[in-house]
């Protein structure tokens, strides 16, 4: 039951509720200290939403004037209900491209987006590495898709979270601090609270957690280094990332070590240790990559022709290291490569490394926040 108060608004009367509250149905999932909406809330983001067109609308396309008036929505979502018939005119459907010529009502119903109900428990098998009243660490499985999106709208790990641990429900992401790329295995942390949530994300931009990775690459790098090259959206393939200088750019810091050398038919392959002293999306693969030594099995940054040999890139977190959010104890869990990967390596003729062949701290000299929740690797 909702009451409603009219607000002139510019070109149109908007209805909101009795709060004078904007409606948004959007929820920040780029804001990782904001709060998931509470259940009335999150029925408010849905109540339909009246417009009164005045004349200085006319002539234009009704989607257009609607994306202006309702700007919390995408003009993608909005063509999306008005061809659903969610959206009416003078209580009629309508279509995208129909012209408006004021005075109309119109009267938006808001639908809930696939990423919205996406969020619900499926029971998955999940190799719990570590687990308390405050957090969960999983060893995430090659293959398995860390967050829904595109795709990807069930099957997730933030499901068999959400089946696990149903409390995850009142925290944003299912407590999910960092991601993984789908065919990375290795170790990932969790919050089951708010606060731990916003305490790891808190440590991740100081640089206080530890995250060691090994990866087979081709080709033998130097011994060791460390790479300090900025990293953006590629310029001609928005769905990579790239080594950039360019407007948006932001830090990125990766440590490396050249651990073993073998040979993958008959071309020199290497295993290398690497921390990650920030978190870009593909970190690891594109700078790797730019250095002249892309990783096996890695069929968006590496060669081609070479993908076959391996069915995923041969990368694996190995190690983290974290401050326990709630005892402020210092806390690590290591785990073995993958079978896929130990079988890899034993093809090459690389010794499988142990649980304690791991190196020291990172050394940081970056201060800038540099924690993007996106693939890590």
Not at 20 to 47: H, K, P, R, T, V
Not at 160 to 175: S, T
Not at 217 to 244: E, F, L, Y
Request: charged share 25%; proline share 6%; glycine share 10%.
């Amino acid at each position: 039951m909702y009451n409603w108060l009219i607000i002139a608004d510019g070109n149109a009367v908007i209805l909101t509720n009795n709060d004078n509250n904007e409606i948004d149905a959007d929820f920040d999932a780029d804001d990782l200290d904001a709060e998931l909406l509470g259940e009335d809330e999150a029925s408010e983001a849905l109540a339909p939403i009246v417009l009164e067109l005045s004349p200085e609308a006319c002539g234009e396309r009704l989607d257009k004037v609607i994306s202006k008036l309702v700007p919390q929505f995408s003009r993608g979502r909005l063509q999306m209900w008005i061809e659903g018939g969610f959206v009416t005119v003078d209580g009629k459907p309508s279509k995208t491209k129909a012209t408006v010529y004021g005075d109309e009502k119109v009267v938006i119903l808001p639908q809930p987006d696939q990423e919205t109900e996406a969020f619900k428990p499926e029971p998955m098998e999940l190799d719990i590495v570590y687990e308390d009243e405050h957090l969960i660490v999983v060893n995430k499985a090659a293959g398995l898709v860390v967050h829904p999106g595109n795709g990807n709208w069930s099957g997730t790990l933030l499901n068999g979270l959400l089946h696990h641990c149903p409390q995850l429900m009142g925290v944003p992401r299912a407590g999910i601090v960092h991601r993984l790329d789908k065919d990375t295995s290795g170790l990932m942390v969790v919050g089951k609270t708010l606060a731990a949530q916003t305490d790891l994300v808190r440590q991740l931009q100081a640089r206080s957690v530890k995250r060691e990775y090994w990866c087979l690459v081709w080709g033998t790098p130097q011994s060791g280094g460390t790479i300090n090259n900025p990293m953006g959206r590629h310029p001609k393939d928005r769905v990579k990332m790239a080594v950039s200088t360019g407007l948006g750019a932001k830090p990125a810091i990766t440590h490396y070590e050249r651990i073993e050398s073998g040979v993958l038919e008959g071309r020199p392959v290497s295993m290398v240790q690497c921390r990650l002293s920030t978190g870009r999306t593909h970190q690891i693969r594109v700078h790797m990559a730019h250095l002249g030594f892309p990783l096996i099995g890695d069929y968006v940054y590496g060669k081609a022709h070479l993908t076959h040999f391996f069915p995923r890139q041969a990368l694996q977190a190995r190690r983290l290291g974290l401050i326990h959010p709630a005892t402020g104890e210092d806390c690590e869990w290591r785990v073995p490569l993958a079978d896929d990967f130990a079988a890899l390596l034993e093809q090459v003729g690389i010794h499988n490394p142990g649980l304690d062949d791991v190196g020291g701290d990172i050394e940081d000299d970056y201060q800038e926040d540099d924690f993007d929740y996106g693939d890590d690797d």
